[in-house]
């Protein structure tokens, strides 16, 4: 009697982990790739639209900054590119990056601005590189908010940063490194001491960055440049010279070499990254950095 009890047990055990499973599979990918589809048909009525090919996250639990999450496979129809929505940095879920790349790519195009169709929306700042840039690059879409940053990583692209030669990037005279960033209006220098890492970034700066106290220490003014130490967060600063402006063989100020979008520079523990529509540099080791564009900034 005993013994038949055990395997009714364990019959009703395996038909209640049947359902179970089978109420997973009705309420996980199938229930956010319904979700997509009604975003990507919301989509078609724009210039830059999605439609989504594989719906099923590869990852669909939240990840922090180490290993970037790959989400799902979408299509600009507008220029045929296909790429993947990818968590690259911060804690959000495949879902929430879905929705926010969704959301940005079915704005009207009165709510964008340029050819990268730059837009800000619920704290999040996004932009689209054009098709010939996206398809150098290997970025299709980047949003990023705070510590969080979300990528839809076109063909040939990476979830990380192309690493750049420093011999393109060093200073003729100088233990330093220069580069910058959208057509110059940034420009940037880290300095490669080991002991004291220092980076920074000069030109005009987001119109919201607070003021700071001018050289003199007299009054406060716009920052003219932004950087980032050993020991503490990323500052906004304002310089009579612009402080971090690359220099040439002669010792006067240049443009520097361009650090293409999706391409990083890093110098012992500091690593510079030039972003579709702006920079961001950290102290890695010290968990300290900064990120701008020509509308906003976030600094840790």
């Not at 990476?158 to 005279?173: D, E, G, I, K």
């Not at 950290?282 to 900064?290: K, L, P, Q, V, Y």
Request: charged share 10%.
């Amino acid at each position: 009697m005993a013994h038949r009890f055990s395997r009714a047990a364990a019959a009703l055990a395996v038909a209640t982990l049947a359902l179970a499973l089978a109420a997973c599979s009705d309420s996980g990918p199938a229930a956010e790739s319904s979700s997509t589809s009604v975003a990507a048909s919301e989509a078609a009525s724009t210039t830059q639209t999605t439609t989504a090919l594989n719906t099923t996250p590869s990852g669909t639990s939240a990840t922090g900054n180490t290993t970037p999450a790959t989400c799902t496979t979408i299509r600009y129809p507008s220029t045929g590119l296909t790429g993947t929505i990818v968590v690259n940095e911060g804690a959000l879920s495949c879902a929430e990056a879905i929705t926010v790349i969704d959301r940005y790519l079915t704005l009207p195009s009165s709510s964008t601005g340029g050819n990268a169709r730059y837009a800000e929306f619920d704290g999040w700042s996004c932009a689209s590189p054009t098709a010939a840039s996206s398809q150098l690059q290997g970025i299709g879409t980047e949003c990023s908010r705070g510590t969080d940053s979300i990528r839809v990583v076109t063909p040939g692209g990476s979830t990380q940063p192309h690493q750049v030669s420093l011999a393109y990037y060093a200073r003729p005279n100088g233990n330093a490194y220069q580069f910058s960033v959208g057509n110059g209006f940034w420009r940037c220098t880290i300095y490669a001491e080991e002991t004291r890492p220092l980076a920074g970034c000069s030109g005009t700066m987001p119109t919201n960055a607070p003021p700071v106290l001018n050289p003199l220490r007299t009054k406060m003014v716009s920052p003219n440049g932004v950087e980032v130490g050993d020991n503490s967060a990323g500052r906004f600063i304002a310089s009579g010279d612009p402080k971090y402006f690359p220099q040439g063989a002669d010792g006067g100020f240049s443009t520097g070499t361009d650090l293409p979008a999706g391409h990083a520079l890093s110098v012992n523990q500091v690593t510079c990254t030039a972003l579709s529509n702006g920079v961001r540099c950290e102290n890695r080791s010290a968990n300290h950095g900064f990120e701008v564009t020509e509308t906003n900034y976030r600094l840790w």
